[in-house]
């Protein structure tokens, strides 16, 4: 029944985060911590977004088109984002930092909606200051909370990409975090799965098939950059009511 019930978990999380490029942790995470734990749940985690994020780019009979400069520049600076995290998480609560990462999404999303900034104006200077907070704020958020989509979707989301290129870049960042934290936990010797592992890739897989269905309606239909804030709004609720409950 354990297993049932993470793979159910697991399979709405993959839809989502194939629909929009975001969301798996926020649906599979609470539930995983509740029936395995919450170390068995940060390497299922990990070894579930390569199988998702690598499904979408190398799955689904189509060449991926991220935005690569912006994907490799997000990675980059997301690798001392991870000790920061890593340092804040030793020495800061838990809850505090869950729940001001959700005041924060939250703030963030509203001078978005109020401002109608989702494609702020500037030049390459401006860019590349935003784009070096988001791949730090990320790599932070990674290590301290599991939370590490807020800032890339903000980010990207205010690059006048199109629906594929966001979805498409925010799966190499992914897949690349998902990489850099398993190294992370076998390299200390922390690195634990749940039984019945292939149940959940087989979840993650399924899950990603119909997600995928479900972006090219969004795509059609206009709608992915509304769902996609919607999703990123679910996160920072989520956040704020942890840290705070």
Known sequence: MTVLLA??????GAVLQSATGFGFAIVAAPALVA???PQATVGALSLLALVINGLTLAGEGRRPRPASGDAAALVAW????LAVGALALAV???????????VAVLAA?????????GRPAGGAERASRRRAAAGLLSGALATSTGLSGPPLVLFL???????ARVRDTLAVVFLAQGALALAALALFDTLALPEGMAVLVAAAVAGQIVGRRAFAGL????????????V??????AALASGLL
Not at 7 to 12: E, I, R, S, T
Not at 92 to 102: I, K, Q, S, W
């Open 7 to 12: 793979a159910l978990a697991v399979g709405a």
């Open 35 to 37: 029936l395995v734990g």
């Open 78 to 81: 997301a690798l001392p984002g």
């Open 92 to 102: 800061l609560p838990e809850r505090l930092l869950e729940a001001a990462v959700g």
């Open 109 to 117: 999303l509203g001078v978005r909606v109020v401002t109608r900034a």
């Open 157 to 163: 989301t205010g690059r006048s990409l199109d629906a």
């Open 219 to 230: 795509r059609a239909a206009d709608r992915f950059e509304p769902v996609l804030l919607g």
């Open 232 to 237: 990123l709004a679910l996160a920072g609720l």
